[in-house]
């Protein structure tokens, strides 16, 4: 292998958390980089994932404690996969220790952790990196090739959805541990909507409600988002909708798409069409009282078809990218910056209501 600009070979990487995130993610999604990546460092309070952790990587070496496991010299890259209110203190102190940091969502609990961290980035330049994976979905990518392909016409409502029915009794439905589906889902869709927003934010309308979920945490929200060029996105994520939708829906002046799962459904004005140049009348309707429609000549030729997403990337190519960062010099797609602007949407829809607690740092 010819010498990288940061290093040569697998990036060394420790993964701080072994839960659903760190053991049930992070691990698989290495595992199939083995050429970019090499696990050699774990950490979890749990001393029976650290038994598991070593089973399954001999090689590994597992701490019980992160601040043994940052002393690890052989560690360069540390996966920050612990529970949220513990990423800030985390990647904190990994980034002092001299490591990259590689932070999961939500990058924080508060805009205040979140700041904690954007001034941590530029003290120590081009050493942390957040895990915003979901900008590597599938159909997010398909779908904003589509919108940006100019086929739908001039973009003016896109709905986000990701709902279901859950009576969830863990960690993450509790306010004191950083719970809620504003800092479970929300990052993902948030960040989504931000992109597809496609101009700064200019109002934002929310609604927090517990409907089904077991903790004192929300877990159905609705948040529209209105951008300075008047277009609209209105996300909802929910614990408490027992039917469902599209996941996507994007509104055009010439047309719209849905999509469900990976299938696409799309409408649109036949692009071939050239419609004349006219203006509507004041004049007094017929006698038939129909509204006057142009002619025949000039009625919509629409294409209709349903296909699966495509798009060269998954979730998981985060990973790629981040090798292509650290070893290559490439930059990042996804910014500290970026990601405190959804901390700012979290923090604004938060504020005032009941949902509006400082999560306990630890015993939570």
């Known amino acids: 292998m010819a010498r990288a600009k940061n290093g040569s070979g697998p990036i060394r990487v420790a993964i701080v958390g072994l839960g659903r995130a760190g053991w049930g993610m992070h691990c698989g999604e290495l595992d199939r980089r083995a050429d970019k990546f090499q696990i050699v460092a774990a950490c979890d309070i749990e001393p029976s994932r650290c038994q598991r952790m070593a089973e399954r990587y001999p090689h590994c070496t597992t701490y019980g404690d992160i601040t043994h496991l940052l002393q690890d010299e052989s560690v360069e890259l540390v996966s920050i996969a612990t529970r949220s209110p513990d990423h800030v203190p985390h990647a904190l102190a990994a980034l002092k220790a001299g490591k990259y940091v590689f932070v999961e969502k939500p990058i924080a609990v508060t805009l205040q952790g979140a700041m904690k961290l954007k001034a941590a980035a530029a003290k120590y330049p081009g050493r942390l990196f957040v895990r915003h994976n979901r900008r590597f979905e599938t159909e997010f990518v398909h779908i904003r090739e589509v919108i940006d392909s100019g086929v739908l016409g001039k973009i003016f409502q896109v709905k986000l959805r990701r709902n279901s029915y859950s009576r969830r009794d863990d960690w993450q439905t509790l306010k004191g541990c950083g719970g809620g ?23 934002v309308w929310s609604n927090l409600g517990l409907v089904a979920a077991l903790g ?36 055009g002046s010439k047309g719209a798409l849905t999509c469900s799962g990976n299938t696409v459904t799309a409408r649109y004005i036949d692009p071939a069409m050239k419609f004349k140049t006219r203006r509507s009348s004041p004049g007094t309707p017929g006698m038939d009282g129909a509204f006057h429609q142009v ?11 349903t296909y699966p997403a495509a798009a060269p990337v998954s979730t998981d190519s985060i990973w790629d990218a981040l090798y292509a960062t650290i070893r290559q010099g490439r930059k990042f797609p996804i910014t500290i910056e970026q990601a405190v602007e959804v901390m700012k949407i979290v923090s604004q829809v938060k504020k005032g209501t009941p949902f509006d607690t400082l999560p306990k740092y630890r015993g939570c």
């Open 181 to 203: 589906q504003l800092l479970n889902w929300g990052p993902h869709i948030i960040d989504h909507a931000l992109r597809l927003l496609d101009s700064p934010v200019s109002s």
């Open 295 to 305: 002619g025949p000549d000039e009625t919509p030729v629409w294409i209709e078809k």
């Open 216 to 251: 004192d945490a929300e877990d159905h929200l609705k948040i529209i988002l209105t951008g300075r060029s008047g277009r609209v996105v209105d996300l909802e994520i929910s614990g408490g909708a027992a039917l469902g939708g599209p996941e996507w829906t994007v509104y």
